[in-house]
């Protein structure tokens, strides 16, 4: 049988994963229940195994009967501080859903190791499954990476590739990927102004850190328009701002927080510099002192030329043309599987999960309490991460 075959008739055991995984979410990079979980679904397979020591992950690494290179596959595991509203499988903890769809990564990840140890004697090299916790924010990635995971299999993977469903947008089984960049950068930006407080009724007996920090809010945005090239973007957007308690009062501080979002190296590095200059130049201007906490998270997810040029042949022979599309631009949400794409060739492949029932344009979108993710995509999803591994070992090794 091809492994897509095989995929389809292990459906009932990956949505019985899928669902064990959806039910009990958990955060961040401790995730005892989800590794369990994993552990279990690898129990039966003549794999190495290593769990990490900063955080819940787990590293296998699959030996091929003949020698050859290794490949990497990615999955991630961890969910969201999200409550989960409505839908037929639901999460069983307050406030945590697989609203991301990460807990069919890890299901998909973990069928592809079924499939590929089923042929493990056809397999020239080494397979390394990365199943990461931390990837909403903490960057698991990296620390991954840190406590080795690339060198896992005692050389570096010549090819690295994860797959991420999304909710909505994507017709349900469509594969998306591009050469280039695919996800943006991801920063952060903390600003307090601090002023000194006094009467509403005598602002200039007082220094009022709302209209600087709100004018800071708005050349942000100008500084984008004008002093980033609109062909190499950036985002900014304020998501938090909070400043004083009654209406006659004036506050000594107002504080807001923004995420910043690009799609080159270059951009990525002078949008911290000029952010950090121009709220720091607004704050003199108003005699106002001014603390600017700029983090660097995540870096923009490039994928290699070629091996997103490999996925997509790959996608076209094993499941049609109708199956695979080119994305246009990059997606503007961000991802740690960057780390991973700074150190090794890789793709990084988008698969519409939407359910059938549903009009994609219409979706809830990944991170919604409402996001919903079809496990019709399972099988496929295993067989691709599986198809990927074993035709990319067989290149690097004719």
Do not use: N, W
């Given at each position: 049988m091809s492994l897509r075959e095989s995929a389809a008739d292990m459906r009932d055991e990956l949505v019985r994963l899928r669902h064990a995984l959806h039910r009990q979410p958990e955060l961040g990079l401790d995730l005892p229940r989800t590794q369990e979980k994993v552990l279990t679904a690898l129990s039966d397979l003549p794999l190495e195994v290593r769990l990490g020591e900063r955080l819940s992950s787990v590293t296998a690494v699959l030996r091929g009967a003949r020698p050859g290179p290794t490949v990497l596959l990615r999955g991630d595991m961890d969910a969201l501080p999200v409550a989960e509203r409505g839908g037929e499988v639901v999460s069983q903890v307050d406030g945590r859903m697989h609203a991301c769809g990460h807990d069919l990564h890890t299901t998909m990840l973990a069928g592809a190791a079924h499939l590929l140890a089923a042929g493990r004697d056809r397999l020239a090299g080494n397979v390394i499954f990365m199943f990461q916790p931390g990837e909403e924010g903490p960057g698991g990635a990296k620390i991954m990476?840190?406590?080795?995971?690339?060198?896992?299999?005692?050389?570096?993977?010549?090819?690295?590739?994860?797959?991420?469903?999304?909710?909505?947008?994507?017709?349900?089984?469509?594969?998306?990927?591009?050469?280039?960049?695919?996800?943006?950068?991801?920063?952060?930006?903390?600003?307090?102004?601090?002023?000194?407080?006094?009467?509403?009724?005598?602002?200039?007996?007082?220094?009022?850190?709302?209209?600087?920090?709100?004018?800071?809010?708005?050349?942000?945005?100008?500084?984008?328009?004008?002093?980033?090239?609109?062909?190499?973007?950036?985002?900014?957007?304020?998501?938090s701002f909070h400043a004083g308690t009654v209406d006659n009062v004036i506050p000594d501080e107002a504080r807001f927080e923004a995420t910043i979002r690009s799609f080159s190296a270059t951009s990525h590095a002078l949008v911290q510099e000029r952010a950090v200059a121009l709220v720091r130049g607004i704050a003199a201007a108003h005699g106002l002192d001014v603390d600017a906490d700029y983090t660097v998270n995540y870096p923009v997810t490039v994928n290699d030329g070629a091996e997103a040029d490999f996925v997509g042949g790959v996608v076209r022979e094993a499941y049609g043309e109708e199956r695979f599309v080119t994305a246009p631009q990059p997606f503007t949400g961000s991802e740690d599987f960057s780390f991973v794409c700074d150190q090794v060739p890789s793709a990084f492949v988008a698969l519409g999960a939407c359910p059938a029932d549903t009009d994609p344009a219409k979706a809830a979108y990944n991170h919604s309490a409402e996001a919903r993710f079809d496990d019709a995509v399972l099988p496929d999803g295993a067989a691709l991460y599986a198809e990927l591994a074993t035709r990319r070992l067989g290149l690097a090794a004719s």
């Open positions: 990476i840190d406590e080795g995971v690339l060198d896992a299999a005692g050389e570096r993977p010549v090819a690295a590739y994860a797959l991420h469903v999304i909710s909505s947008v994507l017709p349900q089984g469509m594969f998306v990927t591009r050469g280039g960049p695919m996800m943006a950068a991801a920063d952060r930006l903390v600003v307090t102004v601090r002023g000194a407080g006094g009467h509403g009724s005598t602002p200039h007996l007082a220094k009022d850190p709302i209209p600087a920090a709100c004018e800071m809010v708005t050349a942000l945005q100008a500084m984008v328009t004008r002093g980033f090239d609109v062909f190499d973007p950036v985002v900014v957007t304020v998501g």
